[in-house]
């Protein structure tokens, strides 16, 4: 089963808006992760946030984690039409897992111009 | 960019018979991933490597295979494709140093089995 859930599946804002994208997940963490897939791509990492980080940024991301909830926010400031993609968030359960990542659904972005 | 590369990039098949997709990686990494994504499933672990001759299942590996032989090269193979086989098909490493806890994936292997 999935470990992260994102709300919405899909969103359509203007350009120059905000974006905000939630994911939820059911067991503890050792970090947060968030991709973004362009149409017809592979994925490509955004942002790490590890469990005893409560916000992080990274340019125009801006990217919360409440571990006492399991969940997390992606918020896109200032939105432009390349950012149009498909958006993932997954987990990183710990040392007991290795590397392995479990991925949400993702939340579909798109920007209109 | 990560030097992965996937073949082939498109595959059309029918039902029963073998396929086999490779992953090759130019990093030298340890880590290898392979991942089917399917609309309202977002990505799944198939089966993943930890090095040479090491490998472990995911949690949607029936039907599936891998092997690998050398540090570059991570080969998934469906013995007998499915019709639910069909699906887009993603390899990745894990990253090195700082970001050892991220993955980089390769561009993707469309399969449909007729």
């Known amino acids: 089963s999935q470990q992260g859930e994102e709300d919405p599946q899909a969103l359509s804002i203007q350009e120059g808006e905000n974006a905000t994208m939630n994911c939820s997940y059911k067991?503890?963490?050792?970090?947060l992760q968030w991709y973004r897939q362009n149409s017809g791509r592979g994925l490509v990492h955004l942002i790490l946030?590890?469990?005893?980080?409560r916000e992080k940024h990274s340019g125009r991301l801006r990217v919360t984690l409440d571990t006492s909830k399991k969940s997390s926010s992606l918020l896109i400031t200032a939105s432009r039409a390349a950012d149009t993609a498909s958006y993932f968030c997954?987990?990183?359960?710990?040392?007991?897992?290795?590397?392995?990542?479990?991925f949400g659904e993702g939340t579909q972005l798109t920007v209109n111009p | 960019d990560a030097g992965i590369t996937q073949s082939p990039r498109h595959k059309v098949t029918e039902t029963g018979t073998p396929v086999t997709l490779r992953c090759h990686q130019t990093?030298?990494?340890?880590?290898m991933y392979w991942y089917r994504q399917d609309p309202g499933h977002g990505l799944r672990l198939i089966h993943y490597?930890?090095?040479?001759?090491?490998?472990d299942k995911g949690e949607v590996s029936d039907g599936y295979s891998v092997s690998r032989s050398k540090t570059e090269d991570f080969l998934l193979t469906l013995e007998s494709a499915t019709s639910s086989q069909t699906s887009v098909y993603f390899c990745?490493?894990?990253?090195?140093?700082?970001?050892?806890?991220?993955?980089?994936f390769g561009p993707g292997t469309r399969l449909t089995v007729l």
């Open positions: 990745a490493i894990s990253g090195w140093g700082t970001r050892y806890n991220e993955q980089f």
């Open positions: 067991t503890s963490i050792n970090n």
């Open positions: 946030i590890r469990s005893n980080e």
């Open positions: 997954a987990t990183h359960a710990g040392e007991t897992s290795g590397s392995r990542l479990t």
């Open positions: 990093e030298n990494h340890r880590y």
């Open positions: 490597s930890y090095g040479v001759k090491d490998t």
